[in-house]
């Protein structure tokens, strides 16, 4: 079973409006956590990084969230453009002896229409 | 702007050739790795490398081989391809502090078809 499950795996929304994607994870010890988009045919590119100690972390339209104590997080998106539609993937790193193991979601497509 | 490139976008070779997909990064990052990317299940490691003529296993390095020889390449080799290995190649680097724990900057991908 993944350690990072992520919801819906697919969504459709009109220009402009807002999103709200998930990610429940159960990687331990919890180390940091990062949402990536990828675009079709590219290759990932993050969007934000949060450590234990961060609950929200902004880049442009996209806020990410994270709750520790409930092993969660969302990444939302405002005033959706059509350049959002890309893969949204979660991404939650766990410090293990003297290595971090990093296990990714399975993304989350969105697709922006005008 | 640390550049990842891979070689190739698209390649199609046949079952039982081997297989090499390349990849340069320009950061003078120390790690670099490899992924597969398969729909509806993320990305899986392959392999990784924390310094020239350094490689470590992933979760699935079974039949693949890797290569670095230099500190700004880093190859993946597929010994004998089969055609449970047709799938995205994602190659990745890093700068150090962690092996895996500083953000990874991608390259575009290989979409390899083995026939």
């Known amino acids: 079973k993944n350690q990072v499950e992520q919801s819906p795996q697919s969504l459709i929304i009109l220009e402009g409006k807002n999103c709200t994607l998930q990610?429940?994870?159960?990687?331990?010890?919890?180390?940091?956590l990062r949402w990536y988009k990828q675009d079709t045919g590219r290759g990932p590119v993050s969007l934000t990084i949060?450590?234990?100690?961060?609950n929200t972390k902004s880049n442009g339209r996209y806020t990410a969230t994270l709750d520790a104590d409930t092993k969660q997080s969302s990444l939302h998106i405002t005033a959706s453009q059509l350049s959002d539609s890309a893969s949204y993937i979660c991404?939650?790193?766990?410090?293990?002896?003297?290595?971090?193991?990093?296990?990714f979601g399975a993304g989350t497509t969105v697709t922006v229409r005008a | 702007d640390v550049k990842v490139t891979q070689s190739s976008r698209y390649l199609v070779k046949r079952t039982g050739e081997k297989v090499f997909l390349e990849c340069v990064q320009d950061?003078?990052?120390?790690?670099m790795f490899w992924y597969r990317q398969d729909p509806g299940l993320g990305l899986r490691l392959i392999y990784f490398?924390?310094?020239?003529?350094?490689?470590e296993k992933g979760d699935i390095p079974e039949g693949y081989s890797v290569s670095r020889e230099k500190k700004e390449r880093f190859s993946l080799i597929l010994e004998s391809a089969s055609t449970n290995q047709t799938s995205m190649y994602l190659c990745?680097?890093?700068?150090?502090?962690?092996?895996?724990?500083?953000?990874?900057?991608f390259g575009d991908g290989t979409r390899l078809s083995i026939l």
């Open positions: 990745a680097s890093s700068q150090n502090s962690g092996a895996r724990g500083q953000p990874q900057h």
């Open positions: 990610c429940n994870y159960t990687v331990s010890p919890f180390s940091n």
């Open positions: 949060m450590t234990f100690s961060e």
């Open positions: 991404v939650v790193s766990a410090l293990t002896s003297n290595d971090y193991k990093l296990s």
């Open positions: 950061m003078d990052h120390e790690n």
């Open positions: 490398s924390y310094d020239v003529k350094m490689k």
